[in-house]
């Protein structure tokens, strides 16, 4: 079992904006984006995960997204995601990630690709050897198409020390959470939006590793958890469920939050690389009402 600490709190993931007909990768406007998480402040923050279409960069784009974030993070840690599911692929991403991210370098981000351990246990042992960087084991079947349980989960954290953290998406994400911090030592993080983060606070969840319009929302829970437990985070999150829950629909909730976060003055144009959904006109009528009933709240 690893015994190498990794941060709780507020890891923020990061969307990656695109601008004008050839979609290409907005520099500044990522800047934005973590200059607002850096204001929060987040714990860390995570480039090239499943909401920051890194499956959609080429390698000369990802080591862009991320030299960039680096250079705009200061001394906030950097989770870096790895798109590809096959070894060979996800090592050339591996070693596109640490070398662009720097002495920022937390950890890399890696889905699980089978829900056979020794299997899962090989590619990820492949990936730290290869880097010498922790692990975030990602357990998010609905990105990957991959259902591991617990019991799996924890065979390949016991044949894997490097492994720093997971982060468990697994719907009924509370009860997922649950069952791994009652076995393991290092922490375990929330993600889905946080549409779920209250429960998975009180399961054991160390904090929130995911993408919101609105992250500082996240943050005031987080801390309202710490210093209050659950009720004071459910009283401080509640007003925000409705967001969190309009934003997280499936498929479309990447063109929402873009949308959120272009109308926030964060970044400058709100498009997913195709073939992602875009945003439906119909929800887009409907999220001047959602702003307006949040504005006064953070």
């Known amino acids: ?30 800047r934005r984006e973590v200059r607002l998480y850096r204001k929060i402040p987040a ?13 959609a960069l080429d390698t000369a784009e990802q080591s862009v997204a991320v030299r960039t974030v680096a250079e705009e993070a200061g001394e906030m840690p950097l989770v870096v995601g790895l798109s590809a599911r096959t070894t060979n692929v996800a090592l050339e991403q591996a070693r596109t990630a640490v070398d662009a991210a720097g002495g920022n370098l937390a950890a890399l981000m890696v889905q699980a690709n089978t829900p056979d351990p ?47 953290a997971v982060k468990s998406e697994a719907p009924p994400t509370a009860a997922a959470i649950a069952k791994l911090t009652a076995a393991i030592d290092i ?3 929330g993600g889905l939006g946080g549409v779920g983060l209250i429960d998975e606070l009180a399961a054991g969840a ?18 309202a958890y710490e ?37 926030r003055g964060v970044i400058a144009e709100a498009l997913v690389r195709p073939p992602a ?16 009933a949040v504005k006064e709240l953070a």
């Open 277 to 292: 959904p875009t945003l439906p006109a119909e929800l887009a009528d409907m999220i001047d009402a959602h702003l307006d």
């Open 206 to 223: 160390a904090g929130a590793m995911t993408g919101f319009s609105h992250p500082e929302a996240l943050q005031l829970a987080i801390t």
């Open 118 to 164: 020794e299997a899962l246990s090989t590619h990820l042992a492949a990936i730290h050897r290869a880097t010498g960087a922790g692990i975030v084991l990602q357990d998010y079947p609905v990105a990957s198409g991959v259902k591991v349980s617990t019991a799996q989960l924890l065979d390949v954290i016991r044949q894997c020390p490097f492994i720093v």
């Open 1 to 30: 079992m690893s015994t190498q600490r990794f941060a709780r709190g507020l890891w923020g993931v990061l969307a990656t904006p695109f601008t004008g007909f050839e979609y290409a990768l907005d520099a500044e406007s990522l």
């Open 227 to 263: 210093d209050g437990g659950f009720r004071a985070a459910r009283d401080v999150f509640a007003p925000w469920l409705p967001l969190a829950n309009f934003e997280g629909q499936p498929g479309v909730g990447l063109a929402l939050r873009k949308e959120i976060l272009k109308r």
């Open 187 to 189: 922490p375990v993080f």
């Open 43 to 55: 714990t860390g923050l995570v480039v090239l995960g499943v909401f920051g279409e890194g499956a």
